[in-house]
């Protein structure tokens, strides 16, 4: 593996200017990334994104920087973010979630097999087939769930409206 002697972002960041043609700045940006990144807040996906634009792993910071700011799932927070971000590279992802973030769903429980999907609360139109066991009510546009019978271990997460599972049980 490729490393510095004091392994400091700055030290790979400079190896990548200074050598742009070299075998080693795959593995030099990984570094820079995994650095700078590594308490995974927002300041650090800003910071990121306004010094290493041309970094490899830039993508993925956009959009670990966009969950990070977009937890309320809400479509005036999507707004927000976008105003203050304008060169946000997925602004497919980001309408598409505010539509998802306007629908009326709410759970229900199946009467065949007693597990939970969702559907739409004014056309009673199933959007998600059931297949959790157990689906709580909305905050936030997002729903803890529970993915199966678990007894006295159970592992919870959320789901968004769609049923895109956004935190893993």
Do not use: M
């Not at 590594?38 to 956009?62: C, G, L, M, Q, R």
């Not at 304008?86 to 998802?100: I, L, T």
């Not at 993915?147 to 919870?156: A, T, V, W």
Request: proline share 4%; glycine share 2%.
């Amino acid at each position: 593996r490729f490393s510095t002697a004091n392994h400091k972002w700055q030290a790979f960041d400079l190896f990548i200017k200074n050598n742009p043609g070299s075998n080693w700045i795959d593995d030099a940006q990984d570094s820079v990334y995994f650095l700078t990144t590594k308490n995974e807040t927002i300041d650090d996906y800003n910071f990121f994104i306004a010094n290493f634009p041309s970094n490899k792993h830039i993508n993925d910071v956009w959009l670990k920087l966009y969950r990070a700011s977009t937890l309320k799932y809400d479509v005036a927070v999507i707004d927000s973010f976008e105003k203050k971000h304008s060169s946000f590279p997925f602004h497919d992802v980001a309408e598409a979630e505010k539509e998802v973030a306007a629908k009326p769903v709410i759970p229900y429980e199946s009467e065949e097999n007693n597990l939970f999907g969702l559907k739409d609360s004014i056309t009673k139109n199933i959007t998600l087939l059931p297949k959790y066991f157990f689906i709580d009510t909305f905050s936030n546009n997002l729903a803890l769930f529970n993915p199966d019978s678990c007894g006295d271990n159970c592992r919870y997460g959320f789901i968004n409206k769609i049923g895109d599972v956004i935190v893993e049980a």
